[in-house]
């Protein structure tokens, strides 16, 4: 009998009824901006950003609109501006080289290695082109952080963390978005937590946070966040820094907020799924596991293996044929864009120069997002077919 997956690979789990009461509460009341406060009243959007500046250890989280506007909004507090060069991963997704070009600035990418981190040598080949890099933790992986801090606070580069898919990881005890200067996180639907659009900056620095926040749209009411430097910090910010609107409301800061309460545990049920799908990977031939290592926690949002050196028509083949029984997998080394893969060459306006030897990994790797809403043995089911059709198809090759 040929074993079938009917499961949604883009469906995320409901709302938590804590997220649905509270947000009901907003609609209610009908204050859903995050200025909008009675006498005394503490808004869900202030609220959200002191829990998650707790959460990650933060002296200051400002909560916006996207992902990708708390990287646009990092680079402009970091003062990159037109014709700046950014460095940046080969391997991301569009909406990290989006945030270099919303400021005018154009990204330097930086190849990938099979571990599908960041290539530190290559790094280090270029830190003298840039003043900051954005450090793209692709798909979850996170490289030697010791070995790129030590680097670029060396070479004076400025590192903001797009922590997209490591919300709630760690490098060497160092939560993912606390080792560079700012952290950017998502809670876009497909991310770790859920407002369907909606992000998060964090740093240390009170001058980069108070310009962040005056960025956002605070017009002069900087004095009702919970998470902020003191109000003299904004004495000459205030006047010198544009309003580039991109707030928080406080109906996705109350979706938000029991999602941050119950988030180490979702991180665990992630890691549940991810490593019974590595177990029943492991041992395919031709298949390579990406091995993850000791210093790093993972949240296993997502999976990914490799298929090095196969012919293009192979991989084509495999994922044709794992779609056929109900297994999603995106491939990111099809010369087209499809869906959310995306490759650096796909980047035109970001004028790419060829990287052979991150072109090789690329075409190689596959990729398969993990909901929670699949079981364990949703999980088990589906690394059977990966491993049937794989095996399958190598045959054929060799
Ligand atoms: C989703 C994502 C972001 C941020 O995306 P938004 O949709 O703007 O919240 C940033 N980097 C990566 C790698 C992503 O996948």
Same mark, same amino acid.
């Given at each position: 009998m040929t074993e079938n997956f009917t499961g949604s690979f883009t469906q995320q789990e409901s709302i938590p009824e804590a997220g649905i009461e509270a947000a009901l509460a907003v609609l209610r009341h009908g204050r859903l901006h995050r200025y909008n406060t009675n006498a005394g009243e503490l808004s869900e959007t202030a609220l959200l950003e002191q829990e998650f500046a707790a959460y990650v250890g933060s002296k200051y989280c400002l909560a916006v609109a996207s992902?990708?506007?708390? %990287?646009?909004?990092?680079? @402009?507090? $970091?003062? &990159?501006?037109?014709?700046?060069?950014?460095?940046?991963?080969?391997?991301?997704?569009?909406?990290?080289?989006?945030?270099?070009?919303?400021?005018?600035?154009?990204?330097?990418?930086?190849? &990938?290695? =099979?571990?599908?981190?960041?290539d530190l040598d290559d790094l280090e080949s270029k830190l003298d082109q840039a003043d900051v890099l954005l450090l793209s933790h692709m798909r979850g992986h996170i490289c030697d952080m010791d070995r790129l801090m030590t680097m670029c606070d060396a070479a004076n580069v400025k590192v903001v963390e797009d922590c997209a898919h490591t919300m709630g990881a760690s490098w060497n005890g160092v939560p993912s978005g606390r080792a560079g200067t700012i952290g950017c996180y998502s809670c876009q639907t497909y991310k770790h937590v859920n407002s369907g659009e909606g992000g998060f900056l964090v740093t240390d620095d009170p001058i980069l946070a108070a310009k962040s926040i005056m960025l956002s749209g605070s017009y002069m009411l900087f004095e009702r966040h919970l998470a902020a430097p003191d109000s003299d910090v904004f004495k000459d910010i205030k006047y010198e820094t544009p309003n580039i609107s991109g707030r928080m409301d406080n109906l996705r800061a109350a979706i938000l907020r029991p999602q941050i309460a119950d988030f180490a545990m979702q991180c665990q049920r992630?890691?549940?799924?991810?490593?019974?799908l590595e177990t029943g990977l492991r041992d395919v031939a031709g298949l390579k596991i990406i091995?993850?290592?000791?210093?790093?926690?993972?949240?296993?949002?997502?999976?990914?293996? $490799?298929?090095?050196?196969?012919s293009e028509e192979a991989v084509v083949e495999v994922v044709a044929r794992c779609k056929s029984r109900g297994v999603e997998l995106k491939w990111f080394g099809a010369a087209e864009p499809a869906a959310f893969t995306s490759r650096y060459d796909s980047w035109h306006?970001?004028?790419?120069?060829? %990287?052979?030897?991150?072109?090789?990994?690329?075409?190689?790797?596959?990729? %398969?997002?993990?909901?929670?809403?699949?079981?364990? =043995?949703?999980?088990?089911?589906?690394? @059977?077919?990966?491993?049937?059709?794989?095996?399958?198809?190598?045959?054929?090759?060799i």
């Open positions: 992902g990708g506007y708390a %990287m646009a909004t990092a680079l @402009r507090a $970091l003062g &990159v501006g037109h014709g700046d060069k950014v460095l940046s991963n080969a391997f991301t997704l569009a909406p990290v080289p989006g945030a270099i070009a919303a400021v005018g600035a154009q990204p330097i990418f930086v190849g &990938v290695t =099979e571990a599908l981190t960041i992630w890691n549940d799924r991810y490593y019974a091995e993850r290592p000791e210093e790093e926690v993972i949240v296993g949002s997502s999976i990914q293996f $490799l298929l090095l050196d196969w306006y970001a004028n790419p120069v060829n %990287m052979p030897k991150s072109d090789r990994i690329l075409q190689g790797i596959v990729d %398969m997002r993990v909901p929670l809403t699949f079981s364990i =043995e949703d999980c088990k089911l589906i690394t @059977r077919i990966i491993r049937a059709e794989v095996s399958a198809v190598y045959q054929a090759q």
